[in-house]
């Protein structure tokens, strides 16, 4: 068991940065994601740490060892990449047991291991069979088998679970939880799905453009996300960003300029002070913001009340949806505000319909502020827990009662 | 201009790749066709584009037989999985072929160019070749080439398949705006279920070659007439449990199920005995922890399970908990990041109406008629 530090790692091609210099620290036993699109460095960072490609510049160290100089061989790490690397020549437990008989394990450890690990990954049956008879996502366990069966200390997975259909993805992350519950290894996932992100692991490293942008736990990520970029990055549909105009002297934000359906909100309260600060500083761009909610915010904390009996810091915004699309029991209302596109999920038992306004209502804590030039989020207080669903309350939704909090 | 499959058959030597298909599609709609890889969707297609002939059957054009026409006489437009770009031409020559080469006038072509370039955010590209274009890019130029010509239907197979997802997500919006805004009529085909029920105005589900469901995307996800249409549609997956059915009852793995009247009213039709399942989405369970009052008397709960906690995953807006229930694990959606402790014991609550009992021959719906199934084949 290890843990993994990058202190200035960087790594240049020639004159392009694929990976700008950043700090990272992951725990032992930690389940890490790096989590961006495609071009964003995330399989090189990952690559730095397996030993397959050098750095450019900084230090890498699993635990106290500074590995930074040692070849891939001796840095003790599993892999799984999105090609699977099987030898399909091979039976199944041959394939299996080819790490152990590398490390010159007895024949007796290695078919307990490749028992074990055969009934976990539901191989048994097919343990005598030829590699290439198995199906995709078959072949996708054995992968995933065969590198966790020599227990790493640090395993790196690549994209392991794009290559399989949705429903098989789930079976997967789930099972992939418990090895790692199971064997207690540092992990290192890479993907540009943010629903494996979320879901797996502990803490999520997000990257763009070669930089590290956000480093946090999934609810601290969703929450208060570092910028408009990880604001849009996480959450699906992506969170609404539009442009906002500090006014009233910095008590209200408006939205929408002048066209029709635009509104002013009162400031949220954990931005108060960053927003005095900010206007107090002064300067051309000073009341120039950005203002962001998320699309399964808008079904508020108060929907289905009349107006007018909203609590203090509940909003309330009438529009007309454009389009309506179906997700399950939900529905998606896009929206158009000044040229913005936007979004609001609800429940199907609230009647939406294309040209007929609904209100989005939105309480002050899912309201998020950015700068409008750096796209920062402005500094805020901190929100503690989100609200939870009253006990006992049924309302149309399924979900969770009795939740106490 | 409605389109209509009557009892279209394809043979490729032993396998029949479409069986005796009966499929109206309306005009101005959005028809998606989904099913799993090699369910026939693509033959479909190829039939309709006169790609292919039907080995039995016939296709209509509003009411006139196209069965034997040529795909030029037909007047399909079409978007492949693999896109056939010319590699010399500019993305804007690109999208205006078709235009130029049925001599439509230069200023009507700036005009329809504009009006498809625009929502799929492909106007900054316009005078790059494909070459210089991400595969993302060149996606968007093929739809746009298809689009930009009026035909009697765009039929579109995998469309937006590689883009990635974000990009996916708001191209199926553009995608249908597109159609409502031109009027066009859209039969598409995708493996994706989300994208399948999105936008669409009508789903035919395809099983085997055969059309087994068709109806709005609503429908489907509440009332499918199979258990393979209702494990089809829907994030996370349906729970189910299977067992035998017998007096009014289902016994399994997970013990014996107490029903309320309804159901039992309808698991004691005569077709249902022998292998049986019942079904609920994880968006109908309602997660009950110790302590907390019960919402069954209020709702009827027609399914209560005592459970433990898996794991839950928490995905953003929502949150998957999987429960062990005697020998089977069931999920459930919970609103937002909820912090249901693993191992902790929770009780499992489904109200009667979104249960789906299935049995028999195909696990077909037990409480929907026959005549619900809409286009749904009749014979063998």
């Given at each position: 068991m290890s843990s993994i530090t990058l202190e200035g790692v960087g790594k240049r091609f020639g004159n392009f940065t694929a990976v700008q210099r950043m700090d990272l620290a992951v725990e032992n036993g930690e389940f890490v994601a790096i989590l961006g699109p495609s071009g964003c460095g995330k399989s090189t960072t990952m690559n730095m740490v397996a030993g397959l490609e050098s750095v450019s510049d900084?230090?890498?160290?699993?635990?106290?060892?500074?590995?930074?100089?040692?070849?891939?061989?001796?840095?003790?790490?599993?892999?799984?990449?999105?090609?699977?690397?099987?030898?399909?020549?091979?039976?199944?437990?041959?394939?299996?047991?080819?790490?152990?008989?590398?490390?010159?394990?007895?024949?007796?450890?290695?078919?307990?291991?490749?028992?074990?690990?055969?009934?976990?990954?539901?191989?048994?049956?097919?343990?005598?069979?030829?590699?290439?008879?198995?199906?995709?996502?078959?072949?996708?366990?054995?992968?995933?088998?065969?590198?966790?069966?020599?227990?790493?200390?640090?395993?790196?997975?690549?994209?392991?679970?794009?290559?399989?259909?949705?429903?098989f993805r789930e079976r997967m992350r789930s099972d992939l939880r418990q090895i790692q519950q199971r064997l207690g290894q540092t992990m290192l996932y890479v993907t540009h799905d943010q629903i494996e992100a979320m879901g797996l692991a502990d803490r999520i490293a997000v990257m763009s453009n070669g930089e590290l942008q956000q480093f946090d736990t999934p609810g601290n990520i969703y929450r208060e996300p570092a910028n408009v970029?990880?604001?849009?990055?996480?959450?699906?549909?992506?969170?609404?960003?539009?442009p906002a105009e500090l006014v009233e002297g910095g008590?209200?934000?408006?939205?929408?300029?002048?066209?029709?359906?635009?509104?002013?909100?009162?400031?949220?309260?954990?931005?108060?002070?960053?927003?005095?600060?900010?206007?107090?500083?002064?300067?051309?761009?000073?009341?120039?913001?950005?203002?962001?909610?998320?699309?399964?915010?808008?079904?508020?904390p108060s929907s289905g009340a009349e107006p007018g009996s909203d609590g203090p810091g509940v909003m309330r915004w009438s529009l007309a949806p454009t389009l309506i699309e179906t997700v399950g029991r939900r529905r998606i209302g896009h929206f158009e505000l000044a040229g913005t596109q936007l979004r609001g999920t609800w429940h199907r038992s609230v009647p939406l319909c294309a040209g007929v306004p609904v209100d989005l209502v939105l309480g002050e804590r899912n309201l998020y502020l950015f700068d409008a030039d750096d796209e920062r989020a402005l500094p805020s207080e901190p929100m503690g827990e989100p609200s939870r669903q009253l006990v006992g309350e049924p309302g149309p939704r399924g979900g969770i009662t009795g939740v106490s909090s | 201009m409605s389109i209509e499959l009557q009892g279209v058959s394809r043979r490729y030597g032993d396998t029949l790749a479409l069986d005796a298909v009966d499929l109206v599609i309306e005009p101005g709609s959005f028809q998606s066709v989904f099913g799993p890889p090699g369910a026939?969707?693509?033959?479909?297609?190829?039939?309709?584009?006169?790609?292919?002939?039907?080995?039995?059957?016939?296709?209509?054009?509003?009411?006139?037989?196209?069965?034997?026409?040529?795909?030029?006489?037909?007047?399909?437009?079409?978007?492949?999985?693999?896109?056939?770009?010319?590699?010399?031409?500019?993305?804007?020559?690109?999208?205006?072929?078709?235009?130029?080469?049925?001599?439509?006038?230069?200023?009507?072509?700036?005009?329809?160019?504009?009006?498809?370039?625009?929502?799929?955010?492909?106007g900054p590209i316009l005078d790059k070749r494909p070459a210089a274009l991400s595969g993302g890019e060149r996606q968007r130029v093929a739809i746009g080439r298809s689009l930009i010509r009026p035909a009697r239907a765009h039929l579109m197979d995998e469309p937006i398949a590689a883009l990635d997802a974000r990009l996916r997500e708001d191209m199926r919006v553009e995608l249908k705006r597109l159609q409502r805004e031109l009027g066009y009529t859209f039969i598409y085909v995708t493996h994706d279920h989300e994208e399948a029920m999105s936008v669409a105005d009508s789903m035919a589900i395809l099983e085997r070659g055969r059309v087994v469901q068709v109806a709005e995307p609503d429908t489907i996800y509440d009332r499918p007439v199979s258990l393979y249409v209702a494990e089809l549609v829907g994030a996370p997956p349906i729970n189910v449990?299977?067992?035998?059915?017998?007096?009014?009852?289902?016994?399994?793995?997970?013990?014996?199920?107490?029903l309320t009247d309804d159901l039992r009213e309808s698991l004691s039709r005569p077709s249902a005995s022998g292998r049986g399942a019942l079904a609920f989405r994880p968006d109908a369970v309602r997660v009950v922890q110790p302590g907390a009052q019960s919402c069954a008397a209020a709702q009827g709960a027609a399914l209560r399970f005592a459970g433990r906690v898996a794991d839950v995953e928490t995905l953003g807006a929502f949150s998957v908990a999987r429960v062990d229930v005697a020998g089977t694990r069931l999920r459930a959606l919970l609103p937002g990041f909820d912090t249901l402790a693993t191992g902790s014991a929770?009780?499992?609550?489904?109200?009667?109406?979104?249960?789906?009992?299935?049995?028999?021959?195909g696990m077909k719906r037990l409480d929907i008629d026959a005549s619900e199934c809409v286009g749904a084949v009749s014979s063998s």
């Open positions: 900084g230090r890498i160290r699993f635990g106290d060892r500074d590995v930074t100089d040692e070849p891939v061989e001796r840095r003790g790490v599993g892999f799984v990449f999105q090609n699977y690397a099987i030898f399909t020549h091979m039976s199944v437990r041959r394939n299996l047991e080819f790490g152990l008989l590398v490390q010159g394990r007895p024949a007796s450890e290695r078919r307990r291991a490749v028992e074990r690990m055969a009934e976990f990954m539901e191989l048994t049956a097919r343990l005598d069979q030829n590699a290439a008879t198995l199906s995709v996502n078959e072949l996708q366990k054995l992968a995933i088998g065969r590198s966790a069966i020599v227990e790493p200390a640090i395993f790196l997975l690549d994209e392991p679970l794009s290559n399989l259909d949705a429903a970029y990880v604001a849009r990055f996480i959450g699906a549909p992506s969170m609404n960003i539009l008590r209200r934000v408006r939205v929408g300029g002048n066209a029709s359906g635009a509104t002013s909100l009162e400031v949220p309260t954990r931005y108060r002070g960053a927003v005095s600060d900010r206007l107090a500083r002064g300067g051309l761009r000073s009341t120039s913001l950005l203002l962001g909610f998320r699309p399964e915010a808008v079904d508020g | 026939g969707k693509s033959v479909l297609m190829r039939l309709l584009l006169g790609l292919e002939t039907p080995d039995q059957g016939r296709i209509l054009i509003d009411g006139v037989d196209v069965t034997d026409k040529r795909p030029r006489e037909r007047d399909f437009a079409m978007v492949f999985q693999n896109l056939a770009l010319f590699p010399h031409m500019s993305a804007r020559e690109n999208i205006a072929f078709p235009l130029r080469r049925q001599g439509f006038a230069e200023r009507d072509i700036a005009t329809r160019l504009a009006a498809v370039a625009e929502p799929l955010g492909i449990l299977h067992g035998e059915l017998a007096d009014g009852a289902l016994a399994g793995a997970h013990g014996s199920v107490v929770v009780t499992l609550e489904v109200a009667a109406a979104d249960v789906m009992p299935f049995a028999g021959e």
